[in-house]
């Protein structure tokens, strides 16, 4: 029989007040005109938004009655939401779309607004949910939060090292980088901030699956 629904926890407007701060300064400050020149800084816009900001947001919604994984758990599962985040992320950088995003103001738009969704997805479905679930939830939470930052760290690498700029148009002449250096440094960007981000979540969830787990081997 399923577990009864637990009451829910209130909003935590500091975590939530951090992520809209991320969100205004990702799309709002001078990003968005650097990203149709440079790969790194549109790779940072796109950072901010799905490592930063969704994360943050995730936590000051998850367990409150606007929790949305609350209301429709079955479209807030762990795994599908990071497979989801995967066709997304990986669409978006092939050469051509990326190209017409960065030169077409509203399918950037719709760039970032899919990142925001597909991000608020993920850490949605991996910490929020009703407490009496949470264990579930949070073992699936584990298992989508490292697929995601094993995606992200291999889309990443392959940024990094690749051998030939993959993106025309780009180069980064605030910096002195060729197209070149650009995108490898985009592709490190990836992997500090995506593939490190999504792991860190992936261990905090862990550790409470430990520590409940010690607190019913010592209560009984």
Same mark, same amino acid.
């Given at each position: 029989m399923a577990a009864p629904a $637990?009451?829910?926890?209130?909003?935590?407007?500091?975590?939530?007040?951090?992520?809209?701060?991320?969100?205004? %300064?990702?799309?709002?400050? @001078?990003?968005?005109?650097?990203?149709?020149?440079? =790969?790194?800084?549109?790779?940072?816009?796109?950072?901010?938004?799905?490592? *930063?900001?969704?994360?943050?947001?995730?936590?000051?919604?998850?367990?409150?009655? =606007?929790?949305? #994984?609350?209301?429709? @758990?079955?479209? =807030?599962?762990?795994? @599908?939401?990071?497979?989801?985040? =995967?066709v997304v992320v990986w669409a978006w950088h092939a050469p051509a779309l990326h190209h017409a995003a960065g030169h077409v103001p509203e399918l950037l738009v719709v760039e970032q607004g899919s990142f925001l969704l597909v991000g608020l997805l993920v850490w949605v479905a991996a910490f929020g949910g009703d407490a009496g679930r949470r264990r579930d939830r949070a073992a699936a939470?584990? #298992?989508?939060?490292?697929? $995601?930052?094993?995606?992200? $760290?291999?889309?990443? *690498?392959?940024? %990094?090292? #690749?051998?030939?700029?993959?993106?025309?148009?780009?180069?980064?002449?605030?910096?002195?980088?060729? #197209?070149?250096?650009?995108?490898?440094l985009g592709g490190v960007l990836m992997l500090v901030f995506g593939g490190v981000a999504y792991l860190l979540g992936a261990l905090v969830l862990l550790a409470g699956l430990l520590r409940d787990r010690r607190g019913m081997v010592a209560d009984g």
């Open positions: $637990t009451r829910a926890d209130g909003v935590r407007p500091a975590w939530l007040a951090a992520g809209l701060a991320v969100l205004g %300064a990702a799309w709002l400050g @001078p990003l968005p005109e650097w990203s149709r020149q440079s =790969f790194a800084a549109h790779m940072l816009m796109h950072m901010g938004v799905v490592a *930063v900001a969704a994360p943050l947001v995730a936590a000051g919604l998850a367990r409150s009655r =606007f929790d949305p #994984a609350r209301h429709w @758990p079955g479209w =807030f599962a762990p795994m @599908p939401a990071s497979a989801l985040e =995967f939470g584990v #298992a989508g939060l490292l697929m $995601t930052s094993m995606h992200m $760290t291999l889309l990443g *690498v392959l940024l %990094a090292l #690749a051998s030939r700029p993959l993106y025309a148009g780009h180069g980064s002449a605030m910096l002195g980088l060729s #197209a070149l250096q650009d995108q490898h």
